[in-house]
């Protein structure tokens, strides 16, 4: 008890505020963490319940009313595949705006922009008709064309504002002793702005496993994600809390979880070199 | 070969960008002039600007706009007024940290979709709600929140979203503060909230522009939270111009009525986009 000393009274004033805080903003997953334990019974009880016996067959049953296993897997598939597709145009895009500024960098860039502001539901009807004359409704090919491109501004613009901060010099270096392109790009630029493209990666995966309105409107029964699964426990009123609690948290643990341990990455990536 | 190589690196997403823009958009034009209805396909036939004509008198409209600009403006406040305060809080060293700030950013990853079931059944529903409980445990008669706020409960499922990206990079931000200003204008005496006005508050100008800029890029076309929780209603009381162009297209099968309302839409957001673009793009360039 004698470090107590270090602790002033300012400064458990502040713990105990940020705490509260913190606890108050965490408690409604908290609260669904807890409901996927629950029975249905136990779930809907007056005065909620916070000690129980904890029961795991919600997670068994909404695997066999609903088979998550394939909406999981649509959901990785999507969003590992856009996140590729997307690194894979922009990567170049950004690398060929950073250091070879032209007249219309900048312009090409607020386009770019501008077409992340158009809101999605005004290409709706067009992609709902190309989509299915092309037979690309609800197909993972078609979300991962679709996420891939509504990412895409977003991911030229954190690579582009990753990539300016490296000093032009050593690539010219680079350059000048004879190396080409792609070993200009794996050997010096690459190592550089290996944080860079991890966290416009990191960002894109999480968009792409949460992207709901394309996929909620495209796909359904065969190429649906977890969006969407979760979606379908909406309409029963009610009295399936524990199962939808287990079934959320079946689609929310895994982005979750790889949120926190990327979050640093993340939110460096997110503020496009502006705040450092 | 100089200029050409640059080119060449540029064009594929370029291009596929053009392509995600033009073409929906040259359908979409298309689509608003003529009659289609996805349930009448015998009904053809060029229809001028009946379509526009039609989503433009419909009461739904301007209280979609309205909507959408309250959704937008009230989340931004809630959000960066909340998000200063708790970064803020947090900024110096306190037992618990770094869990306070894992334990903060994890509404932010979660599903649009499970954000909403979780707040219409779990927290809102009036009478199993944990909301419910708790006004009943204070005596209130408890609120019916998707029913007798269905907008406002919709503002608190998408601040709750986006608080945390907030917060974290305003929390980013006040790390770079230059500590040693801080210390002296506290040697000399200035008072906690002289500090907020002198030192704090300008330091974030730059991190507000930046979530200002990626929250309306995210928020104007808010969909799944309505879809999910309250459908838009009750009437049109939680419609924002995403969900009535929705419900046109997709539940009216009017596609061309859908396509005059989503022009209508690219046109606002354009408005809203060249002003931000302004305003933010002269504080991102350096």
């Known amino acids: 008890m004698a470090h107590r000393s270090k602790y002033p009274p300012a400064l458990i004033l502040r713990t105990l505020a940020a705490w ?164 200009e790009y794996y050997r010096v630029l690459l190592p550089l702005s290996i944080g860079g493209l991890a966290s416009t990666g990191l960002l894109c995966l999480v968009l792409s496993w949460n992207e709901a309105f394309w996929s909620l409107n495209l796909s359904s029964a065969k190429a649906g994600t977890l969006a969407t699964l979760i979606a379908s426990y909406s309409s029963p009123e009610g009295l399936f809390w524990a199962k939808l609690s287990a079934a959320s948290l079946m689609a929310i643990a895994p982005i979750v979880v790889f949120g926190w341990f990327s979050q640093k990455q993340l939110v460096q990536g997110l503020t496009f070199g502006a705040v450092k | 070969m100089k200029k050409l190589l640059p080119r060449l690196l540029l064009a594929p997403a370029v291009m596929s960008l053009l392509m995600w823009m033009i073409v929906p958009l040259v359908m979409t034009i298309y689509f608003s002039v003529i009659r289609y209805n996805l349930m009448q396909p015998e009904v053809t036939g060029f229809a001028g600007l009946e379509n526009f004509e039609y989503f433009l008198t419909d009461p739904s409209f301007s209280v979609a706009v309205v909507n959408t600009l309250l959704l937008l403006g009230s989340v931004i406040l809630i959000t960066v007024l909340m998000g200063i305060g708790i970064s803020l809080l947090i900024d110096d060293p306190f037992p618990g940290r770094g869990a306070v700030r894992l334990l903060l950013i994890s509404p932010f990853f979660v599903m649009p979709t499970v954000n909403a079931l979780l707040w219409k059944h779990m927290m809102m529903n009036p009478i199993y709600g944990v909301l419910a409980q708790v006004w009943l445990f204070f005596g209130a008669t408890p609120v019916d929140w998707l029913t007798d706020f269905p907008l406002g409960s919709v503002i608190i499922m998408v601040s709750w979203q986006w608080l945390p990206f907030a917060t974290l990079i305003f929390m980013t931000s006040l790390q770079s503060m230059n500590r040693e200003q801080l210390e002296a204008a506290r040697m000399d005496g200035a008072t906690y909230l002289q500090q907020l006005r002198y030192l704090y508050i300008p330091h974030l100008g730059r991190s507000v522009a930046v979530v200002v800029m990626i929250e309306m890029i995210f928020l104007l076309s808010v969909f799944a939270e309505i879809f999910t929780t309250t459908g838009g209603g009750p009437g049109d009381a939680s419609t924002n111009m995403a969900f009535l162009i929705f419900k046109q297209a997709l539940l009216n099968f009017d596609a061309g009525v859908a396509s005059a309302g989503a022009l209508l839409a690219v046109v606002l957001a354009n408005i809203a986009a060249a002003f931000l673009i302004r305003m933010v793009g002269k504080n991102l360039d350096k």
Not at chain 1, 136 to 163: A, E, R
Request: hydrophobic share 55%.
């Open chain 1, 20 to 183: 509260a805080v913190t606890l108050l903003l965490f408690f409604p997953l908290g609260w669904l963490i807890l409901t996927a334990f629950k029975t249905e019974l136990q779930a809907i009880s007056v005065p909620p319940l916070v000690l129980f016996t904890p029961t795991l067959d919600n997670f068994l049953e909404v695997q066999e009313r609903s088979d998550y296993l394939l909406y999981a897997k649509n959901s990785i598939v999507t969003s590992v595949m856009s996140t590729l597709l997307g690194l894979a145009l922009a990567v170049p895009a950004a690398y060929s705006m950073a250091f070879f500024k032209g007249k219309h960098t900048k312009d090409i860039l607020m386009w770019m922009l501008s077409t992340k502001m158009m809101p999605a539901v005004g290409a709706l009807v067009p992609i709902y008709v190309l989509a299915q004359q092309s037979g690309l409704l609800d197909t993972q090919l078609g979300l991962v064309i679709i996420f891939t491109l509504s990412n895409l501004p977003i991911m030229v613009w954190m690579l582009y504002s990753n990539f300016k901060e490296i000093p032009h010099e050593i690539l010219e270096a680079a350059r000048m002793d004879g190396a080409t392109l792609w070993q």
